[in-house]
């Protein structure tokens, strides 16, 4: 009986539902071997020879295939088929051989589907293979240069800058592209602009815009009205003059469908329809995919194979008839150049399964595969057919001219299903209709709107635009858009901020730091060209270690020549390189170095082990300090008054903005600080708010029964706390409004406190009321979702799971609960075999396959 290896439990799951009791389906959880994150893993010494190690959570896997490989002597690698699964395969099978699990009469053999249907994998079963040597020496090698640039330029940012985390060779270029962005932004220098708009009505009372296209019969351009001035003389000119429509011209167009989804593209429309970031749109497309609903979703490809070409045509014809559907199938060409980007496009495995027929999926799935069925129907429906108007209206004397366009949808083809979305806002004045114009009729004047504009900054990437940038540029891959993304996230080196994404001073600073040091590593053309070096690799038209060799000699001479600089010097060319944004103009016009508390000194760039900051050359005879971001800049610190001798300061730290009196001192290293609470805002505080922090805990006043009471914010929110003469240890009782911390009164106060007591430990406090009762868990106890402090959970025994953000709790259904309790219990503590089950075989062991712990996440070429 067969073996058959997958990476994850869910995968393992629909797979032995396909296969059935004749085959040993188990799941690898991802990878099983990585490089050691030590020295020598990569030994360049000796032709780049690589030490793998079996992670301490892969062990417990690998002994239960090389267990069923005991009774089962045959293997079928069946990972994704991509150079990532590829590369798990080729680790799985190592890995065995050295287990000796494999032995000479195994049969080992690699099989590939491109969707978890039947069909397919009763096709691939069919149709095996090896292990495909090219596939896996293009990981080699971009795994060896993931570990050579990481582990070797980390240190470097540790040493030099103080507060730097790590840098990565897809990831520093990314960085880049965010930062670069935002120094665009910062030296934009707006321009003023104006247009004016006319209301005109036909002599039917129809109105319609137009806009002045000819002022004093000159035509304008876009900065041709620059100020106020002239756009009232444009206004004059129009009100004076009579408007006769001088001609209407419609010319029929069409509008062609967008082509499948492959991977970049899905996140880009994820991203902008339903504001899903890379990471959570891949995470909802693994499960559709490892449920068998949609084809595999990391891929370069959008060309569709024949078959799902023909059952999208019959889709189409049976809900809408035959007017959708083009004469002959609309063909895509595919954009990939070798095996590991030629896969199909990412559609749904049967056509005729609509969204509405997968109503049991959680929120985010539902909607990617609502997505991802429209696109893959409007690709093979009939194209849009348009007519495009465009009148223009003049003056007598061809001193003034207007022009309306508009459009009629003479057939809507594929816009009956999907229309692509858009990036940015943008007003298209085509997407207008218009009524019905005669040429040589008068308009009439109804309105003349002068409108004051400034050219705008280049937009702040979101997590769609950034992907499409990068596949532009040819930086990264499929499998690396949204690991990449999710680690400058992770690092602090961006936030993510109403979707935008905005470099952190620290990531400015790596930014910097690489620009200067190591330009040449963290540059478009050069990373686009390591990409297509690798992909020739994994094409078989180059040797990995060729590639490797001609990079590890030129960025080992760099390492070398940057690793001798002495901190100051590294920290006077950051200190040039940032000056506009560390030291930005003063409104007074004083030198914005020199220090503003001592008055004499010059502030430089200096480090710390938290990190970078700015401080006063003349320490210690001054301290000043203020964090890169500059006096002022985004708030991050500024002093709000002066209370007596003490300053009071606005900071932000680790775990949020803060306000402190003074700043330390030998005698003062802790000065009185408070943090902000949760719904108070760092750019509305003052000196009178501050104050009010820093004065609690606030007494209200003293308990009728003895003892004081008083309000303050924890770890928790706001809260009373007060102690019995005759209690151990104070009552805390939650204040729900941040505002009672300074405006309980006694009355309220007492209540709530004997509210506590008598619902408190020992004293008949009522339990909890679920959310939502789901049943009975399949090993025993109700299951419920509840309300908790952080959110909704999943409650089951003493399993307490939370809920993720993006589900609805009447939205989770007992399988779902089930399977996030398993999870939760998982890690929590691994289960213990009972007696009972030490009878069964390991036969019968082994064929057990389990959906309570999540698939592993693969490992990218991002880090």
Known sequence: ????????????????KYLGSDYTVLA??????????KDGSVDTEHDFAMTWEIGNDSRKHVKAIADALKDDNELILATDPDREGEAISWHLEEALRKRRAIKKDTPVSRVVFNAITKSA????????????NDLVEAYLARRALDYLVGFNLSPVLWRKLPGARSAGRVQSVCLRLIVEREMEIEAFNPREYWSVKVILSTPRGQEYEARLTVLGGDKLDKFGIE??????????????????????EAKPGSRNPSAPFMTSTLQQEASRKFGMGARQCMNAAQRLYEAGYITYMRTDGIDMAPEAVMATREEIERRYGKDYVPSSPRMYKNKAKNAQEAHECIRPTDMSRDPGQLAKLEADQRKLYDLIWKRTISCQMEAARLERTTVNIGSGDGQVGLRATGQVVLFDGFLRVYEEGRDDDVVDDDDKRLPQIMEGEKADKRSISPEQHFTQPPPRYTEATLVKKMEELGIGRPSTYASVITTIQDREYVRKDKNRLFPEDKGRIVTIFLLNFFRKYVGYDFTAQLEEQLDDVSAGQRDYKDVLARFWRDFSAAIAETSEL????????LDDALAPQLYPPREDGSDPRICPKC??????LKTSRTGGFVGCGNYPECNYTRPIAGEGADGDERMLGMDGEDEIWLKAGRFGPYVQRGEPTPENKKPPRASLPRGWSKDDMDLEKALTLLSLPREIGQHPDGGTISSNFGRFGPYLMHQLPDEAKPVYANLKDPNDVFEIGMNRAVELLAEKRANGPGRGRAAAKPLKELGEHPDGGAINVMEGRYGPYVKWEKVNAT???????????????????NEKAAKKKPARKTAAKKTATKKTAAKKTTAKKPAAKKKTDSE
């Open 121 to 132: 994998v009763t096709e691939a079963m069919q149709n095996p293979r090896e292990v495909d």
């Open 566 to 573: 002495r901190i100051t010097e590294v920290l006077d060319v």
């Open 599 to 604: 008055g004499t000194g010059k502030l430089h």
């Open 1 to 16: 009986m067969p073996v058959v290896v997958v990476e994850s439990p869910a995968k393992a799951k629909t797979i032995n």
């Open 28 to 37: 690898s959880y991802g990878h099983v071997r990585d490089l050691p994150p």
């Open 803 to 821: 809920l993720p953000k993006d589900v609805d709790p009447t939205d989770v259904t007992l399988e779902m609960a089930v399977e996030i309790a």
């Open 227 to 248: 100020n106020e001035t002239q756009a009232e003389l444009a206004v004059q000119a129009i009100t004076s003059r009579d408007l006769t429509v001088q001609s209407v």
